[in-house]
């Protein structure tokens, strides 16, 4: 007779249903249907008016940059300077934001303070920055940290909130240490909250690290961008700011596609 605890076979996930597939496909050429409408748009403002260049001269000299190599510094310089602040908001506002959620104490006196600072513009603060980090990606990275760190904390903080009273018991039942409660039970909870904070938080940072940029930075696409304006040359210009669109829209794909995979599993 067998002593073993006996174990249920692994699920095996069921293939997308026909139907399901039919939706995303619709879905995805609704989609090319609207950028091909807003190329369209484009092109319109670009013949109505001379301020606005088309969309194969912008592409192309889009191209002639990447071809020359010129952008490449810069646009190391704007990921770089987006993904060390992100991953630093990140680090700071997912244990803050934890500890608030599970402390009535914590949350009573700093919610107040954390939904003041989320509403003053963080430009402000890029003066004392360039003070402490100087010009380059160290004062870019800071301001990105400083902008993304607080829509982090606020959605760990509602996730912690809203988990279900019961799972906290279903660990204690189990005998889980306080990091398996955490990672196993808190944290799958949490997943649809903490995904919206990070995609929220990725565009947050990329939007001041862009900012930042324009005010002050030795590379950057934001910089380019601000030059290729400076010399008029609405191609280039008009071709980064296609560019820019790209790298925000692919990154929230990812994490909107990682934030539904996370959510069925919760």
């Not at 190391?76 to 060390?84: C, P």
């Not at 890029?126 to 940290?145: E, R, T």
């Amino acid at each position: 007779m067998s002593t073993g605890l006996m174990t249920s076979p692994t699920p095996i996930a069921a293939p997308p249903s026909p139907s399901k597939r039919t939706t995303t496909i619709k879905d995805n050429l609704w989609r090319i249907a609207v950028v091909v409408g807003l190329i369209g748009v484009w092109w319109v403002l670009a013949i109505a008016s001379d301020l606005v260049s088309t969309p194969s001269e912008s592409f192309a000299a889009l191209a002639e940059l990447f071809a020359d190599g010129s952008i490449y510094r810069h646009l190391n310089a704007t990921l770089q300077a987006v993904a060390i602040g992100f991953l630093v908001a990140a680090a700071i506002g997912f244990p803050l934001g934890y500890m608030i959620g599970r402390s009535k104490f914590l949350g009573a006196v700093f919610d107040p303070i954390v939904a003041g600072a989320f509403a003053i513009p963080r430009i402000v603060f890029f003066p004392v920055l360039l003070q402490i980090f100087g010009v380059g990606v160290g004062a870019q990275s800071a301001m990105a940290a400083l902008a993304a760190v607080f829509p982090i904390m606020v959605s760990t903080t509602a996730g912690v909130r809203a988990i279900n009273p019961l799972l906290p018991k279903l660990a204690r039942s189990l005998s889980l240490s306080r990091l398996q409660t955490v990672t196993k039970i808190y944290v799958p909870a949490m997943a649809p909250s903490l995904m919206v904070g990070i995609r929220i938080g990725f565009s947050i940072a990329f939007i001041n690290v862009i900012i930042a940029e324009f005010f002050a930075a030795r590379a950057g696409l934001g910089l380019l961008a601000l030059r290729a304006y400076g010399r008029l040359d609405l191609p280039s210009m008009y071709g980064i700011i296609v560019l820019l669109a790209a790298i925000a829209l692919v990154g929230n794909m990812v994490l909107w596609a990682v934030e539904r995979k996370l959510g069925d599993k919760a």
